[in-house]
């Protein structure tokens, strides 16, 4: 039986990955900076871990915790809408941390023993934001595509060993609060420097009359259809909102 590790598996798409492959018959370990109770099912083959994917500390952790896996979904990030002009490199910083250097460091952490066994996945979630161009999505874009170009590579230094990285590039979901996590609550006129206001709200409001969206389901469906592939294909996008960007690209 085989085994998957998934980061920020407390919600949204990291949450039903969990379910669908835990439904499917694989060990899963969730992985969650702040474990909750009653996020998921109890089994005997799902395990909660704590993981922060920022703190090299706890990812020793965790892995150690989490023993011999057969792949790894890295799919902890945090979101951000901003204006680059009016976002404090701080906040930058932060994004980055997660969604880059986090997505590095596990799979750093967990690459010796896929090299070793010469078999294994590691599935980077990234976004649809690297299929096409977005407003208030500067720092956040750039944070992503960081990692579609890491996996290109990774991908290459991997093969000759038997193992594969993979990206899958979830569209908008109306259920994962991503604007709200985004701005933390906060107006569009607290977030954006004043010049940019009007222009900012126009670009609000063309995303929510949007037509094409995804579900929670088609981002962990991809990801189990990207861990079994083996035609080589290295980005996934997942949604109906994403697959039309990326036949539109």
């Known amino acids: 039986m085989k085994t998957v590790m998934i980061t920020g598996a407390s919600s949204g798409y990291g949450r039903q990955t969990a379910l669908h492959f835990h439904e499917q018959g694989w060990n899963v370990i969730a992985t969650m900076r702040t474990p909750r109770e009653g996020v998921l099912p109890e089994s005997d083959r799902l395990r909660i871990v704590e993981l922060d994917v920022t703190k090299p500390d706890s990812i020793t952790a965790a892995f150690d915790a989490a023993g011999a896996i057969d792949v790894l979904v890295n799919n902890a990030g945090v979101p951000s809408i901003s204006v680059f002009e ?61 990692i579609e170009g890491f996996t290109a590579s990774l991908a290459l230094e991997l093969a000759p060993f038997g193992v594969q990285a993979k990206t899958v590039e979830p569209g908008a979901c109306l259920t994962t609060n991503f604007a709200a996590r985004a701005t933390n609550g906060a107006s569009l006129d607290e977030l954006v420097p004043a010049p940019y206001v009007p222009w900012a709200e126009k670009a609000m409001a063309d995303f929510t009359v949007q037509e094409l969206f995804t579900r929670e389901s088609d981002v962990a469906e991809t990801v189990w259809r990207a861990v079994h592939d083996t035609t080589g294909q290295l980005r996934f996008p997942a949604g109906p909102d994403a697959v039309q ?5």
């Open 245 to 249: 960007l990326a036949q539109a690209k």
């Open 86 to 146: 009016g976002t404090p490199m701080d906040r930058v910083r932060e994004v980055f941390e997660t969604n880059t250097f986090g997505v590095m460091a596990t799979t750093q952490a967990v690459l010796p023993q896929l090299r070793e066994r010469g078999s294994g996945v590691v599935v980077n979630v990234t976004s649809s934001v690297v299929l096409g161009h977005m407003p208030l999505s500067a720092v956040y874009k750039a944070s992503k595509m960081a």
